[in-house]
């Protein structure tokens, strides 16, 4: 998104500098290039703090506190950090001692417009006019919460579940 509507805004990812030693092939790209970088925007959990040099916000979504996991690049990327981002008011609750900016994701109003007559949609799909319909997106993984969401699945049978991923992955149950 920054990339297609922000002018003078460059992305670094693995086809460009490959993944192995990221963080420093990732500073060197910057400090060889003509460019100017005044502000790097990076994920707070995968990836070492890229350039101390540059005022840098790092992006959180991956709450290993809750899950009673360690992540030592996160507790330094947070801590070095000139500003934190979170989309969740839940994770940011899990580090009390940082101060997020909290930036939710949105809803895709194309996809779910009020306008559209829901009972053909829900024909269209194999939903019933009273099905309650749960939808989960994300990896089905314990970063993203899956226990939790597993657990929402079994416990509430009355509700029909929309489970998507981006990644080719298998549920364990219908």
């Not at 990732?26 to 540059?54: M, P, V, Y």
Request: glycine share 4%; proline share 1%.
């Amino acid at each position: 998104y920054l990339n297609d509507n922000f002018e003078n805004s460059y992305k670094i990812d693995y086809s460009l500098v490959g993944e192995n030693g990221f963080s420093i092939k990732a500073k060197e790209f910057i400090d060889k290039s003509d460019k100017k970088f005044e502000l790097i925007i990076q994920n707070a959990t995968f990836i070492k703090r890229i350039h101390k040099g540059i005022y840098t916000i790092m992006f959180l979504q991956d709450d290993y506190r809750q899950m009673n996991r360690s992540n030592i690049i996160q507790e330094k990327n947070l801590k070095s950090a000139q500003k934190l981002v979170t989309n969740s008011y839940q994770t940011a609750l899990s580090y009390p001692e940082y101060e997020f900016e909290i930036i939710p994701i949105g809803v895709n109003s194309r996809l779910f417009d009020e306008s559209k007559n829901k009972l053909s949609l829900r024909t269209k799909f194999g939903f019933n006019e009273n099905d309650k319909i749960g939808i989960f997106v994300g990896s089905l993984s314990e970063v993203k919460g899956w226990s939790k969401i597993k657990e929402c699945i079994k416990t509430y049978k009355n509700i029909k579940w929309i489970v998507v991923s981006k990644y080719s992955e298998e549920l364990e149950e219908k």
